[in-house]
Nanobody
Framework: QVQLVESGGGLVQPGGSLTLSCAAS????????IGWFRQAPGKEREGVSC????????YYAEAVKGRFTISRDVTKSMVYLQMNSLQAEDSADYFC???????????????????WGRGTRVTVSS
């Protein structure tokens, strides 16, 4: 069965960095896009980044462009989100998800994603 397990969240000071990991199992990673989403308290969940099935295409929300980097290691069935220059506004629960179909592109549209992890919390505070 499909499983996605996030890790790497925690407390970090403003300006700091964190790397989130998403361990994927139960499917062939090269066939699907993997996305990262986040949800802050009282706010709707939003798409942060994704990497397409071919890994040639990545997407970033405007709020994180230039600060976050998504990558994957198919040999380890892992997807990573490197987050730099973290700000208080980045505090949220972060989720990884897989699309329900393959494709050469991806975006932050939640309806494209069929399976979700339980999330990992990131808190940016001094």
């Amino acid at each position: 069965q499909v499983q996605l397990v996030e890790s790497g969240g925690g407390l970090v000071q403003p300006g700091g960095s964190l790397t989130l990991s998403c361990a994927a199992s139960g499917f062939t990673m090269e066939y699907y896009a993997i996305g990262w989403f986040r949800q802050a308290p009282g706010k709707e969940r939003e798409g942060v980044s994704c990497i397409a099935s071919t890994a040639d295409y990545t997407y970033y929300a405007e709020a994180v462009k230039g600060r976050f980097t998504i990558s994957r290691d198919v040999t380890k069935s892992m997807v990573y989100l490197q987050m730099n220059s973290l700000q208080a506004e980045d505090s949220a629960d972060y989720f990884c998800a897989k699309t329900g179909f393959g494709g050469y592109t991806c975006d932050g549209n939640e309806s494209d994603y069929s399976h979700w992890g339980r999330g990992t919390r990131v808190t940016v505070s001094s």
